[in-house]
């Protein structure tokens, strides 16, 4: 089925080791985002890619980065996991115009920092 | 980008008609209204959207006043199955093409048999 694929599902570190996120859409959407949600709470946009070869910050960038490895693909690397950063993370991708056409959501990593 | 503000909850019983209100004051000419939903576990998944009067599709309604001001998400015959949480976004569509949306806390509907 199309649409947006995050591995892992489950991840549990200790604080200070490092992982990547990945996160691929076969729907060939230009536009890819990572955001995180922390329990009760809404959605917050961490990183994001306009079109492939571009990456900007978004609301909570810190301790995390980004890579926009082909315009299927987008990653996301926590160099030194805190367990500030426990928390599912959600990436999305979308047209251009998400305002018009929507965002599609993969099914989340649940990420547990100890 | 234009604030949202919606209930935190509601509660509804199967089989009735449930009403979820968005206020966005500041809202842009260029501004058009979307709607997500959220079940436990999953991603948001998109429902609906719409730019004003009124929209329907297989899954909600949407109603824009004139002033656009407000919208309101309505659910007819809820089911236990509707129970997510509820998301009003607000995205402006400029003339660049790419615009990233902001999820607030959205609203929690909570359907009782």
């Known amino acids: 089925n199309a649409g947006v694929t995050q591995t892992p599902k489950f991840q549990v570190l200790k604080t200070g080791q490092s992982m990547t996120l990945q996160c691929a859409q076969d729907m060939n959407h230009n536009s890819m985002y990572w955001y995180r949600q922390d329990p009760g709470m809404g959605l917050r946009l961490i990183y994001y890619?306009?079109?492939?070869?571009?990456?900007d910050k978004g609301e909570v960038p810190n301790g995390y980065n980004v890579s926009r490895l082909n315009k299927r693909e987008f990653s996301l690397r926590l160099e030194s996991a805190a367990p500030s950063q426990t928390s599912v993370y959600f990436c999305a991708s979308s047209e251009a115009l998400p305002a018009l056409y929507g965002y599609t959501f993969g099914s989340g990593t649940r990420l547990t920092v100890v | 980008l234009a604030k949202t503000t919606q209930p935190i909850s509601m509660d509804s019983y199967e089989g009735q008609e449930v009403n979820i209100t968005c206020s966005h004051n500041n809202i842009a000419t260029n501004d058009y209204i979307t709607w997500y939903q959220q079940f436990p576990s999953q991603g948001p998944r998109f429902i609906i959207q719409?730019?004003?009067t009124k929209v329907t599709n297989e899954v909600a309604s949407l109603f824009i006043p004139a002033d656009r001001k407000s919208s309101t998400l309505s659910l007819p015959r809820v089911s236990l199955s509707d129970t997510a949480v509820y998301y009003c976004l607000v995205g402006d569509l400029t003339n660049t093409g790419f615009q990233k949306l902001v999820f607030g806390t959205g609203t929690r509907l909570l359907v009782s048999p």
């Open positions: 890619s306009a079109s492939e070869g571009t990456t």
């Open positions: 719409g730019y004003k």
